[in-house]
């Protein structure tokens, strides 16, 4: 299994789910097992008691599990159906591991974030290789809110180790980003990315692929400029501008090339593509 997390920096609500989404049926459409997940902060077990008015639609998985609505997005666009394997929040991972410690199988340790909330977290990622062995499975794990949210610290570290156990190859971060356009100055702003890379780099991550969200498409002197300050090649950065649809964005991000430049960054193959999504 090879790993894809999308995770968003300066504000949440520019297209994370609709980026991990799209990622995940251009993935499909070269051939590969798709499976996604949704990390959430918040400490709710899950979005079944949440205000829909405040946190939207609660989306009912086909094994009858109440989840957060990204998962249809995941379901419709990948056309595939998850279960509630897909869906983790911190309130289920602090509460497995509590009534583990109530019932006595730290033996005694003392119960820390880490090990104990990011072995937990660990555990969760989707492990299952396709039984056929030509085949590769791609897990898009997508973690709600933004970089730098004090609660979502663990999810971060949870990367963190895990790419360090399974090889850098293996899992590749795409980090997604506003910029801001300024109408009277007709510009495009980039230091908000710039400090969104920071603070994931401060984690001890860093983005593998940039997908920006801007009112307008991005110049080669953006891509460049923000290629230079966050580490990235400029082929790796990407704009996510605004459509009139949703379901134009994996072709928009298809045009720019982003199967490509992530398949490269795993060490795939890159399939041939059908002509539906060209
Ligand atoms: P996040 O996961 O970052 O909170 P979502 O992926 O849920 O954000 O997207 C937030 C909203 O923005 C959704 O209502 C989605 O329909 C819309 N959206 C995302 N990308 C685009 C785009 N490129 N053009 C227009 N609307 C978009």
Do not use: W
Not at 18 to 32: A, E, H, Q, V
Not at 207 to 234: M, N, T
Request: net charge negative; proline share 5%; hydrophobic share 35%.
């Amino acid at each position: 299994v090879k790993y894809i997390f999308v995770v968003g920096g300066v504000i949440s609500g520019i297209g994370k789910g609709i980026t991990g989404s799209s990622i995940g049926m251009l993935m499909k459409s070269r051939g590969y097992d798709v499976f996604m997940q949704k990390l959430d902060p918040y400490l709710n077990v899950d979005p079944g008691t949440m205000n829909p008015i405040q946190h939207g639609e609660v989306y009912v998985t086909e094994d009858g599990f109440e989840t957060d609505l990204d998962l249809g997005h995941y379901e419709r666009f990948t056309d595939t159906a998850f279960d509630r394997r897909s869906s983790v929040t911190m309130g289920q991972i602090y509460s497995t591991v509590l009534a583990k410690e109530r019932h006595g199988d730290f033996q005694g340790h003392t119960v820390q974030v880490i090990p104990h909330i990011t072995n937990e977290i660990k555990s969760r990622f989707f492990r299952e290789a396709t039984p056929n062995p030509n085949k590769t499975t791609i897990c898009i794990i997508e973690i709600g809110g933004t970089i730098g949210d004090i609660e979502s610290q663990p999810f971060f570290e949870a990367i963190r180790q895990f790419k360090h156990e399974i090889g850098y190859q293996n899992a590749i971060i795409v980090c997604t980003t506003l910029v801001p356009y300024i109408k009277a100055s007709g510009e495009l702003k980039t230091k908000p990315t710039q400090q969104a890379i920071r603070t994931l780099q401060s984690v001890g991550l860093r983005a593998d692929i940039i997908a920006c969200r801007s009112e307008v498409a991005l110049d080669d002197e953006i891509r460049d400029k923000i290629s230079l300050f966050c580490d990235v090649p400029s082929n790796h950065v990407f704009d996510n501008a605004d459509v009139p649809t949703v379901y134009e964005v994996p072709l928009i991000l298809e045009k720019q090339g982003i199967a490509k430049a992530i398949l490269e960054s795993l060490g795939l193959q890159d399939n041939v593509v059908p002509n539906h999504v060209r």
